[in-house]
């Protein structure tokens, strides 16, 4: 629906593109689980300053009460203690495994809150009804907001009697259009290329998603560059990461050559940067530059002969956002776009935000089903066999221990719960700290890919890390547990002996 052009599928089949997608998850996906191992040695000392720390307190508590569990609570912190390097190991591998969990989490969380309906102020989206990309006449534009300001609040007002009239401004409705050039026409490659929302921009901070939370600052900062781009059509702001890939800086001039729109070539003054995290990757520019090089392209003799119009004269808006205050406006409108009547030179439609970005994204539902059903599975496995790897060396170095505790009286399941629970003990904390950490980054990085809002760890991941942690553990130490609890004291001192 969006018809959004990937920089990886310029000039490629679908089927090629998609390949070369699942390259990049798989690349990002590699990446993530090295920032995530890095981000775990980095915390092992706190790690084991909390073991100290408990210790002690267990060690106190038991001194203080006698209570028996006080005092396994203690063997169970020395026992983690005493053996630092698999200690170490499967508190990394619970602390990857949660964290690259979060970060999925994450993305899925986002995925089905875009896409789920919202029955009050909730935007809806104009398209193309049979093309895609969805692509309308610039006319279509004005059309659409005549409908909306002026004939939707009487046909709401006759449907509704004594209901209080519609709350719809001017600002609550903006046309996007795609632009992709890239600054080397003779060889574009991706540190050449820009994909800009062609809009208006008075209506940045008013329409554009993930904005709410900017600071004073930055709201300041951005509405001062939104200033700057309604009086110079030519300025645009583009993200950080974007104007770093492509090597370029604030105040510098490009000429950069439309890839889908042919023969057009915008000259744009970088005047500043979107806020760090949001829409990452693309840019934003004047909506009246596109339209003013698409009318000049008709005058320009040398790059147009005949004085044709420009084959995406008719075709150059892909969305129209509106915000509208409830369903029975968008059911009104809905019926007002589908009127041929009025919207005569091609068919459109209407379609909530929820609906619209859930079409968009229908395209990767294959990719996201693998995600949530094959690699998470996955890699909860994996991480359970190097839990239970790590436990059963442990268990086999410690099975005088073992005999000398069941000597000293421990019965066969205190022994079982001992192994348990110092893997659940490892477990609670690789899988809280690395939620933790996971909901602090995340959170503070407010990072937002395009039209998407900012992805964030949701506060129940806190609960969810270490539940996850401790079921991973109780999983992969069930096994070495219950060798443990089995153990012969007689075999074991024979062995000695």
């Not at 490629?12 to 990446?31: E, I, K, N, R």
């Not at 170490?88 to 990857?96: E, G, M, Q």
């Not at 000293?408 to 079982?416: A, K, N, T, Y």
């Amino acid at each position: 629906m969006f018809g959004l052009p990937p920089e990886a599928g310029i000039g490629m089949s679908p089927d090629t593109s998609m390949v070369q997608l699942v390259g990049y998850l798989f690349a990002g996906l590699v990446g993530v689980i090295g920032g995530a191992i890095a981000l775990g040695v980095l915390t092992l000392p706190a790690f084991f300053g909390v073991l100290w720390v408990s210790d002690k307190v267990a060690a106190a508590l038991a001194a203080a009460t006698g209570w028996f569990p006080f005092k396994l609570l203690v063997i169970m912190f020395r026992g983690l203690r005493r053996s630092l390097l698999r200690t170490s190991l499967t508190y990394l591998a619970i602390f990857v495994l949660t964290l690259v969990l979060c970060l999925i989490y994450a993305v899925l969380f986002l995925i089905t809150f875009v896409t789920t309906e919202r029955e009050a102020n909730f935007k809806a989206i104009a398209t193309h009804k049979t093309v895609l990309p969805s692509q309308m006449p610039p006319g279509y534009y004005e059309e659409f907001k005549r409908v909306t300001l002026e004939e939707l609040p009487k046909r709401y007002a006759a449907a509704n009697p004594g209901a209080p009239p519609l709350a719809i401004r001017d600002a609550d409705i903006m046309s996007w259009s795609f632009v992709l050039g890239t600054t080397d026409k003779v060889n574009p490659r991706k540190d050449t290329l820009a994909f800009l929302f062609a809009l208006e921009p008075n209506k940045v901070l008013t329409m554009m998603d993930g904005l709410d939370d900017l600071t004073g600052e930055e709201k300041d900062l951005l509405d001062e560059a939104c200033k700057r781009m309604t009086a110079n059509p030519r300025a645009v702001v583009i993200s950080q990461s974007r104007l770093k890939g492509m090597n370029v800086q604030v105040g510098q001039t490009i000429k950069m050559a439309s890839l889908n729109y042919p023969n057009l070539t915008f000259e744009l003054e970088i005047i500043g940067t979107l806020p760090e995290g949001k829409y990452e990757g693309v840019g934003f520019m004047n909506k009246d530059y596109l339209i003013k090089q698409i009318d000049a392209f008709e005058r320009d003799r040398a790059a147009n002969p005949k004085g044709d119009k420009h084959p995406m004269a008719e075709k150059c808006i892909n969305l129209i956002w509106v915000r509208l205050p409830n369903k029975p406006a968008f059911e009104l409108l809905s019926e007002l776009a589908n009127d041929r009547a009025i919207f005569n030179k091609v068919p459109i439609k209407l379609e909530t935000a929820s609906s619209g970005i859930g079409s968009f994204l229908s395209a990767y539902a294959d990719i996201f089903w693998g995600i949530k059903y094959l690699l998470v599975p996955a890699m909860i496995g994996i991480m359970s066999l190097v839990v239970a790897n790590a436990l059963s060396i442990s268990v086999r170095e410690r099975r005088t221990e073992m005999a000398v505790l069941k000597v000293l009286g421990f019965q066969p399941r205190h022994v079982l719960l001992l192994v348990l629970g110092e893997a659940i003990l490892v477990g609670a904390l690789g899988g809280g700290m690395s939620a933790l950490l996971a909901w602090g980054l995340l959170g503070n990085f407010k990072f937002q890919i395009a039209f998407l809002g900012a992805f964030f760890v949701p506060f129940n991941a806190l609960i969810y890390g270490p539940l996850l942690g401790m079921a991973v553990s109780f999983a992969g130490s069930l096994f070495p547990a219950l060798s443990a609890k089995d153990v012969k004291v007689a075999e074991v001192f024979a062995k000695v002996a």
